[in-house]
C-alpha cells in the first residue's frame, strides 16, 4: 500500500501495514451489521438489509460491529479483550 493519507489519523500506521489477503475468506458477511439491520421478536432475531453482502474472513463482520458496541456504551468483558481466531496480526493495537 502506498503511504497512507493524514485522514487515517493514528490508524496510518495499520492501514500501511493491512494485507488485503488477511480479509479474503468464503465466509457470507453482511458488512454493515447495526441495530436498524436487526429485527427482534420475542426469542427471534434476523437480519436484514443485505445490500452490502460479500465474501471474507469469518472475523470481519465481527470486527466491523465491535466499535458500534463500544459506541453505544458496551465494555468488552476481560476474557474477550484478544483477538477471535484469523484475526490479522497487530488487531490489538485497534483497541487503544
Not at 436484514?48 to 452490502?52: A, G, I, N, P, Y
Not at 460479500?54 to 466491523?64: E, K, M, N, Q, S
Given at each position: 500500500m ?7 489519523g493514528?490508524?496510518?500506521?495499520l492501514v ?5 489477503d ?18 427482534v421478536d ?5 437480519v ?5 453482502a ?11 460491529l ?9 465494555t ?7 483477538s477471535?481466531p484469523g484475526c ?9
Open positions: 502506498e503511504d497512507s493519507p493524514a485522514e487515517y493514528r490508524y496510518g500506521p500501511k501495514a493491512l494485507d488485503l488477511e480479509l479474503d475468506g468464503p465466509t457470507l458477511l453482511h458488512a454493515d451489521l447495526h441495530a436498524g439491520n436487526l429485527l420475542g426469542g427471534r432475531c434476523q436484514v438489509d443485505w445490500s452490502m460479500c465474501r471474507g474472513a469469518a472475523w470481519v463482520d465481527v470486527a466491523l465491535v466499535p458500534r458496541l463500544v459506541d453505544a456504551g458496551h468488552p468483558c476481560r476474557r474477550c479483550r484478544t477471535p490479522p496480526r497487530g488487531a490489538q493495537r485497534l483497541r487503544t
